[in-house]
Structure formats: structure tokens, C-alpha cells
Nanobody, 121 residues
């Protein structure tokens, strides 16, 4: 079973930037879509960004023009560049992959462990 591992989180001041990475443990699976979700204390989990296997991207209104999702197929890694961060962006960020195992013609939904992003002065 493939695993997704997030990195790059931490503490940043308002207006600052962070770049999250999500690395897959296996290159056997092919990407259908990969997403970034976040969940703040007391709030529902929300999807903030998505990228398809073909490179099409979409964003939640709350992060448009501030966040950018990209993918490096050679490294089996998806990134979330976060600029102009605000305190309301504070949350645990989760990587999610809708992956296809071509060996067995199977689809897999895989979640990362989550990584903390804190925006505070």
C-alpha cells in the first residue's frame, strides 16, 4: 500500500510563506488526482487545492491567488506553495491521493498523516 508523507509545515508570521510537500512512498501508482485538505480546530475539514493527473488545478475561494498546487512526477511529490498567509490559515494540512495501481487495475484513496501550519505573530 502506498503511503503519503507531508513535510514543510511549521510556524510563520502573517504575510509569510510556507511550502508543503507530499511524497508518495511508491512510484507504482499513477495519479488520478491529488489534493490538499485542511482542518482547523472546531471546523470541518475542507479541500483547499486539487491537481489532476493531467495537471488541471482548482482551489477553494479562501486560498485562490495565494496558494499554488504543483506536482513533480519524477519525484512522486505534490507541493502546496502558500503565500500571504493569514491566521485563519492555521490548521492541520492533509495530503490526499486518488491513485491508480495499473498492475491490478485498482483505485486507491490514500491520506497523509497531516502536518501543522500555524500562522501567528
Amino acid at each position: 500500500q502506498v503511503q503519503l508523507v507531508e513535510s514543510g509545515g511549521g510556524l510563520v508570521q502573517p504575510g509569510g510563506s510556507l511550502r508543503l510537500s507530499c511524497a508518495a512512498s511508491s512510484t507504482i501508482f499513477r495519479v488520478v488526482t491529488m489534493d490538499w485538505y485542511r482542518q482547523a480546530p472546531g471546523k470541518e475539514r475542507e479541500k483547499v487545492a486539487t491537481i489532476s493527473g493531467g495537471g488541471t488545478t482548482d482551489y477553494a475561494d479562501s486560498v485562490k491567488a495565494r496558494f499554488t498546487i504543483t506536482r513533480d512526477n519524477a519525484k512522486s511529490t505534490v507541493y502546496l506553495q502558500m503565500n500571504s498567509l493569514e491566521p485563519e490559515d492555521t490548521a492541520i494540512y492533509y495530503c490526499y491521493g486518488d491513485l491508480y495501481d495499473y498492475r491490478y487495475d485498482q483505485r486507491h484513496s490514500v491520506w497523509g498523516q497531516g502536518i501543522q501550519v500555524t500562522v501567528s505573530s
